[in-house]
């Protein structure tokens, strides 16, 4: 009789280990899921670039290219954004309130698989201190930006 409590026991405590493990599993598999930024922009608010950061876009009007503060408050001077899709087309304008749209005057498209790069001159002054607006043909669309 002895015997068969302790096994009994020996599986409950089993279960409760396997129960623990599955949740803490369910909770990293979230944590992994989740977007690396929640409002799909870069940076992420209230904060500043000065480097590379992942957005995903969609179908919908989003910021891709927030502006905050910059380093010397300047602006940034050199902006990149590679569209990583093997299929989505993008587009891209300035401005808090513009709305970008594919193939048309006033954004700019970026076709899947390349870079569009905008640079202000050395010595020229100023910067880019307008957020940049984006849209793809489809949704989740990986891109990548840089600021600088």
């Known amino acids: 009789m002895k015997m068969r409590e302790i096994l009994r026991q020996r599986r409950c405590e089993w279960a409760l280990i396997c129960r623990l493990w599955s949740l803490a599993l369910i909770a990293a598999l979230a944590l992994l899921a989740a977007p690396a930024y929640a409002e ?23 910021a891709v290219l927030n502006v905050y503060p910059t380093p010397g408050g300047s602006g940034y001077r050199q902006i990149a954004v590679d569209n990583e899709s093997t299929s989505a087309n993008c587009a891209v304008c300035f401005g808090a309130s513009c709305t970008p749209a594919l193939n048309t ?33 489809a949704a989740s669309t990986p891109l990548t930006v840089q600021a600088q």
């Not at 500043?48 to 989003?62: F, K, Y």
């Not at 698989?113 to 020229?124: A, K, N, Q």
Request: charge should be neutral.
């Open 40 to 62: 799909h922009s870069c940076p992420p608010s209230g904060t500043s670039i000065d480097g590379v950061c992942p957005v995903t876009v969609g179908t919908s009007v989003l």
């Open 105 to 137: 005057a006033g954004s700019f498209t970026i076709p899947a698989g390349m870079t569009r790069t905008w640079s202000i001159p050395f010595g020229s002054g100023g910067g880019y201190n307008d957020p940049m607006r984006g849209i793809c043909s």
